[in-house]
Each structure stands twice: as structure tokens, then as C-alpha cells.
């Protein structure tokens, strides 16, 4: 309870300064709109060719599309303003403010300030989600809503992990900027990750998984989908947060404020 | 002979700063990677699809800018100030940017150019390449107006972030990154021909991977000269009436 009420007092914070920039507000508005639209072309004229991709039809493949934009919506709104730029943090010794508050350390690096008005995209791509859902034949059932729910909160989970993950690494390797490096692969998200080689798919599905963010949470509300895979995605998204959670601890016996 | 020197200590410090360098390297080669599995699935591995995009993976190191960062900072935090006090236009600092990074990039990416080549099945030939140099030296002229243009909204504006997103964004929706143009259903191919972003981004890719042809490319050589102009005019326009609001600090 303490936790929530640090994080809906900075997140007012945020929002009041936020609302000092207007025209980023309403160009932003404007992008993501435009994105989604664009997006969802880019998926139809894939589709003009053939009729599934990696056993995903448009409707499905849409779906995927709108679960990665509320995912990475939520991403860009509550973490990612905690975590860019992290390792200049760590390497000036910035982390210091953080340690000696009266808060869990983990909560204030990831959590504490935030860009509201990227929540735009959680209700934008649940538009995406409902225009995908209408183009499959599948009746979407309560249960199958559910189902789709728990696998969105375990992406939202994960994709908290592997930011906060990568964003330890500071501690190890100063060197690299890993907040640009993840923005690459995790657009690899957009897509159902069947349409990837091999591979690939066994990446984004156990190194770095962000099947679990879209293709999953899209298969169980398109597809059937059984209680095994949703249970391993709740263990996947406890497993995510833990290694998380230890490498930080890790990292932070490491850490020796400027220049560590 | 400014330029040149700006770009030396641009590319010096690219090559200090490797590892950041190659990560940006790395993240602008994604898009185009994506783009290769993807479409390549859809149309059951044409090889004009692949060099499509292994051609464009090259292009789009050369026809990206930095202005929307470097010089909207430059205006946000009043260190514009020390650049206008300087002997020379504003514009080829800028320029140095551009070329300093453009020099860093031809030295990594041969070994990505190597990498494909033997990994995928790409097949550009040499009166593909001799007309896509052009091509890309206009579209990249054409990139550079127009994210300079862009940066010189920081004279209107307080945060850069969402102009930055909108010039990405436009370019990789409607300029042939998303989906390569040709391919796109007739009516609609008509509507990425109006626009500049194709002629900035994808069209030499096209030419390099033969789906661009005969008047197809020389329409295209036309379209990337007429849009070099406007958006040049537009430009030079922009930055004239903004930089009558600079009021250095927090202008």
C-alpha cells in the first residue's frame, strides 16, 4: 500500500509537469494514431499475398499487433522514463539519490517517475485488439478474455524484467548501452513469433521473451489455449521478475557510487 | 574544407565511443532484418525481396540524420549561440555530423555486406549499384533538409522527442521500411509516390534490387529532385524564421 501511494504520488507529479508540454501531447496523440493505422496496413498488404503467415491469419496477426502496443505502451509510460540512460546513472554515481531513500531501492530505479500520457497507447492498442478481434471467426468467451488478461499482466511482468535486467547490466559492463540495443529486438514483438525462423523463435521465446508480451496473451484470446501454457507463463513472469530482482542486489554490491 | 574537419573529430569520436556507436549500428540494422523475414515469408522467398532489403539495411545508415538531436539541443540549451558566433554557416557543423557518422558506418558495414552476401540469397548487380550511388546521394541530401528541417521546429517548440519520433516514424511507414513499395497494391503505391519519404529512403534500394526499372527510375530520379528542392526551400525557410526567436538560453 505504501509502494502504491509513492508511485500515484509521483505518477500525479509527472503528469503535472507532462502537462506543461502541450504540442508534444497532441503530436504524440497524433503518432501513435498514425502508427497504429500505419501498422495495420503494413499487415493487410502482408496479407494481400498470402493467407496465414506461421499459422496466424490478419485478424490474429492484428491482435498480436494491439497486445505489443498496450504492452510497450505501459513499457514506455511507467519504466522506461526510470531506465534510459541508466548506466550514466550508475557510472556518476547518480544511483546514490535512490539508495538513500526510505523506499525499496528496485521500486525507485524502475518505477518512480513516469510519462503518463504514453498510456495513450494501452487504450489505442486495445482499438487495435477490438478491430483484430472482429476480423477472426473465433467467438471470444469471458474465459478466453480472462485467459488473455493474466497472460497481458504476465507480459507487462516480463517486459518489466528484461528492462530491468538489461538496465543491471550497468553494474558489469559501463560501456554498453543496452536501453538502445533492447529497443531493437523488442520490436521484434509486433509480430507473432511464429513467422521467425527456428531459431529465433526459441529466443524470443526463452532468452529474451517477448513471446510472452504479444504472441501469447493474442494466442489465448484467438486460439485455444490450455492451462499448462498458463501456468508456465505465470512461473516464466515470477522467474522473470526474480532474476530481476537478484541481479539489482547483485549489481548493487558492486556499486561504489561515481565512477564504479 | 570546415565540414571536413568537423566531420574528422565527429568520426574520432564515434570510434572512441565504439561500443555505443556499434549499438546504434546494431538497433538501425533491426528494422530491415525484420522486414527481410517478414516479406520474404510472404512472397515464398523472392530474391528481389531480400536484396531488397539487404540493400536497404546499407541505405538507411546513409540517409538517417542526427539534426532532430544534435541541433535542437543546440537550440534548447543556448549553445546555438556559440555556433552562429562562428565564421561560417550553421548548417556545416551539422553537415560534419552527418559525414563524420556516414564514414564510421562504410567501415562496419563491409563486413555486414559480407555476412549477407553469404548468408542470404542476394543478388544485386553493378548497373544496380551504379544507379543506386545516385540515388542514395539524393535521398540522403533530401533526408538531410528535411530532418533539419524538423530540428528547427526546437524554435517553436519545448521537448524534441515527439518531432524526433514523427520524422522516424513517417520515414519507416511511408518511405518503404515497412513494407517495400513496390509490392504494395496498385492504388495505394499511388499515394507513396506523392509523398517525399520514398524518394528519401526506399527508392534506391528498389533500383539495387531490380523492382524499380527503366521509367520507374528515372520518374524516381525526378521526384527526389523536385522533392530536394521543395524541401529545401521549405528549410532554409523554417530556419530563417526561427532564428529570429532565438533568445539563446531556453529560446
Redesign the interface.
Known amino acids: 500500500v505504501r509502494l502504491l501511494r509513492i508511485f500515484l504520488g509521483s505518477f500525479v507529479v509527472s503528469l503535472q509537469r507532462e502537462l506543461a508540454f502541450r504540442t508534444d501531447f497532441v503530436v504524440r496523440i497524433l503518432l501513435t494514431l498514425l502508427t497504429a493505422a500505419g501498422t495495420i496496413g503494413t499487415l493487410a498488404a502482408v496479407y494481400t499475398r498470402v493467407r496465414t503467415l506461421g499459422g496466424w491469419n490478419y485478424g490474429d496477426a492484428v491482435i498480436v499487433l494491439g497486445m505489443f502496443v498496450m504492452v510497450n505502451g505501459a513499457l514506455q509510460a511507467l519504466v522506461e522514463p526510470n531506465l534510459e540512460w541508466f548506466q550514466g546513472k550508475v557510472r556518476n554515481g547518480l544511483l546514490d539519490d535512490i539508495l538513500l531513500k526510505p523506499a525499496p531501492s528496485a521500486f525507485l530505479a524502475s518505477l518512480a517517475t513516469s510519462r503518463p500520457f504514453a498510456l495513450i497507447d494501452v487504450f489505442i492498442g486495445g482499438a487495435v485488439v477490438a478491430f483484430g478481434e472482429s476480423r477472426i471467426s473465433v467467438v471470444v468467451s469471458v474465459g478466453r478474455v480472462a485467459a488473455a488478461g493474466l497472460f497481458l499482466a504476465v507480459g507487462v511482468m516480463v517486459a518489466w524484467a528484461i528492462r530491468f535486467v538489461l538496465a543491471t547490466m550497468a553494474f558489469w559492463a559501463g560501456g554498453l548501452e543496452l536501453t538502445v540495443l533492447f529497443a531493437a529486438p523488442w520490436q521484434l514483438g509486433r509480430y507473432p513469433t511464429d513467422v521467425y525462423g527456428g531459431r529465433l523463435r526459441f529466443f524470443l521465446t526463452y532468452v529474451l521473451p517477448v513471446a510472452f508480451v504479444s504472441t501469447f496473451p493474442a494466442r489465448a484470446l484467438s486460439h485455444s489455449l490450455d492451462l499448462r501454457t498458463l501456468l508456465a507463463g505465470v512461473a516464466m513472469a515470477v522467474l522473470a521478475v526474480g532474476v530481476g530482482l537478484s541481479l539489482w542486489r547483485a549489481g548493487l554490491r558492486r556499486y561504489t557510487s561515481a565512477t564504479s | 574544407m570546415i565540414t571536413v574537419e568537423y566531420s574528422r573529430r565527429v568520426f574520432l569520436n564515434w570510434v572512441t565511443g565504439w561500443?555505443?556507436s556499434l549499438?546504434?549500428l546494431?538497433?538501425g540494422?533491426?528494422?530491415p532484418l525484420?522486414g527481410m523475414?517478414?516479406?520474404t515469408?510472404?512472397?515464398s522467398g523472392r530474391i528481389d525481396v531480400v536484396s531488397y532489403f539487404a540493400a536497404l539495411l546499407v541505405i538507411n545508415r546513409f540517409t538517417g540524420s542526427n539534426s532532430v538531436y544534435t541541433f535542437s539541443g543546440t537550440i534548447y540549451d543556448g549553445q546555438l549561440t556559440d555556433a552562429l558566433l562562428r565564421p561560417h554557416a550553421v548548417v556545416l557543423s551539422e553537415l560534419g555530423w552527418y559525414f563524420g557518422i556516414a564514414v564510421f558506418d562504410v567501415v562496419f558495414l563491409v563486413p555486414v555486406l559480407l555476412a549477407l552476401a553469404v548468408l542470404t540469397p542476394t543478388h544485386v548487380g553493378w548497373s544496380g549499384v551504379l544507379l543506386a550511388v545516385p540515388a542514395t546521394v539524393l535521398a540522403a541530401a533530401t533526408a538531410f533538409v528535411f530532418n533539419f528541417a524538423l530540428a528547427c521546429t526546437a524554435f517553436w517548440?519545448?521537448?524534441y522527442?515527439?518531432?524526433a519520433?514523427?520524422g522516424f516514424?513517417?520515414v519507416f511507414?511511408?518511405g518503404g521500411v515497412?513494407?517495400p513499395i513496390p509490392?504494395?497494391?496498385t492504388g495505394?503505391r499511388s499515394w507513396f509516390d506523392v509523398m517525399p519519404f520514398r524518394w528519401m529512403r526506399g527508392f534506391p534500394a528498389e533500383i539495387a534490387a531490380g523492382m524499380t526499372r527503366g521509367r520507374g527510375i528515372a520518374f524516381g530520379f525526378a521526384m527526389q529532385l523536385a522533392w530536394l528542392v521543395v524541401l529545401g526551400l521549405i528549410c532554409r525557410a523554417v530556419y530563417r524564421v526561427g532564428i529570429k526567436r532565438f533568445t539563446a538560453l531556453g529560446g
Open positions: 561500443s555505443w549499438t546504434l546494431a538497433n540494422a533491426v528494422a525484420i523475414a517478414i516479406w515469408r510472404a512472397t517548440t519545448q521537448r522527442f515527439s518531432v519520433d514523427a516514424r513517417l511507414l511511408f515497412a513494407a509490392l504494395l497494391p495505394v
